[in-house]
């Protein structure tokens, strides 16, 4: 199953990847998502392991590790999505003033590969939602001094 979302969001690639880049900010604008919080110490970066809350389709546990972090340009992160495994992509390309951001999902169905041409719509469809969530927080003036998160 894989998929690719786009939206531009109008803030420089530092402020957008920061964001994305410390995971306990997923609960604000992945609404299937209760709780994300550090397992590994320190900042985020390459190696960073995070456990979390999923609400739905069920309550359940996932484990997320960053594999990729090249600041203001490319964040992968593997691990648990849900009923499935696999990798959500960050691209940015960005200036000074806005940010491409390309989210790519590579996932897993296992035994609901039958499902997957229906599954891979629907889910690409709420990733697109919470890319829309993601633009609106980051562009939000409350928001816009990156000390606020």
Same mark, same amino acid.
């Not at 985020?44 to 359940?60: E, K």
């Not at 340009?73 to 491409?100: C, K, M, P, W």
């Given at each position: #199953? ?12 530092? =402020? =957008? ?8 900010? !997923?609960?604000?604008? $992945? ?17 960073? =392991?995070?456990? *979390? ?6 309550? #359940?546990?996932?484990? !997320?590790?960053?594999?990729? /972090? ?19 992509? /960050? ?10 951001? =390309?989210?790519?999902?590579? !996932? ?20 697109? *939602?919470?890319? *829309?969530? !993601?633009? $609106? ?13």
């Amino acid at each position: #199953m894989r998929f690719t979302n786009t939206v531009r969001i109008e803030r420089p690639a530092g =402020v =957008v990847f920061a964001y994305l880049a410390d995971l306990r900010n !997923l609960p604000a604008w $992945n609404y299937a998502i209760r709780e994300t919080q550090p397992i590994t110490p320190g900042p985020a970066g390459l190696g960073s =392991v995070y456990r *979390q809350l999923r609400s739905l389709p069920r309550p #359940m546990h996932e484990q !997320l590790e960053i594999i990729e /972090y090249e600041p203001d340009h490319r964040l992968v992160i593997e691990g648990g999505f849900g009923h499935l495994q696999g990798r959500a992509i /960050y691209n940015l390309d960005g200036s000074a003033a806005a940010t491409d951001l =390309v989210n790519e999902f590579e !996932l897993h169905a296992g035994t609901l590969n039958a499902l997957s041409g229906l599954a891979t719509r629907g889910i690409a469809r709420a990733v697109a *939602q919470n890319l *829309q969530v !993601l633009k $609106n927080i980051l562009e939000t003036p409350n928001t816009r001094n990156e000390t606020a998160w």
